[in-house]
């Protein structure tokens, strides 16, 4: 089965910090692009961070630069997001996503392939 799965979510403090894993099953990314979204309850879908399948370039949303940061480690077929300063702004489910292509080309959902079924990211105290 080809899919993603997400891990590393979780209960932090404001200020807190999550690394969150995205493993590749069934396929390999080395020519996918691959995304974090998020969702919050009540809110639209929204993407937070995209590295190019070289992982040469990324990207991110306003509202988490600075304090996130995306990985890939294409030889253990996992892209990594490393949260910092977490905010009560940033509960969400968390997901990744892989969009056949070298590069990272917007985070329109429909664009990309495969997608993992989320992992729970909750910052309170």
């Known amino acids: 089965q080809l899919q993603f799965v997400e891990s590393g979510g979780g209960l932090v403090q404001p200020g807190g910090s999550l690394r969150l894993s995205c493993a590749a099953s069934?396929?390999?990314?080395?020519?996918?692009?691959v995304a974090w979204f998020r969702q919050a309850p009540g809110k639209e879908r929204e993407g937070v961070a995209c590295?190019?399948?070289?992982?040469?370039?990324?990207t991110y949303a306003d509202s988490v630069k600075g304090r996130f940061t995306i990985t890939r480690d294409n030889a253990k077929n996992t892209v990594v997001l490393q949260m910092n300063s977490l905010e009560p702004e940033d509960t969400a489910v968390y997901s990744c996503?892989?969009?056949?292509?070298?590069?990272?080309?917007?985070?329109?959902?429909?664009?990309?392939?495969?997608w993992g079924r989320g992992t729970q990211v909750t910052v309170a105290s």
């Open positions: 069934g396929f390999t990314l080395d020519y996918y692009a």
């Open positions: 590295i190019s399948a070289p992982g040469r370039t990324s």
């Open positions: 996503a892989g969009d056949f292509g070298q590069d990272c080309r917007g985070y329109a959902p429909g664009r990309y392939d495969y």
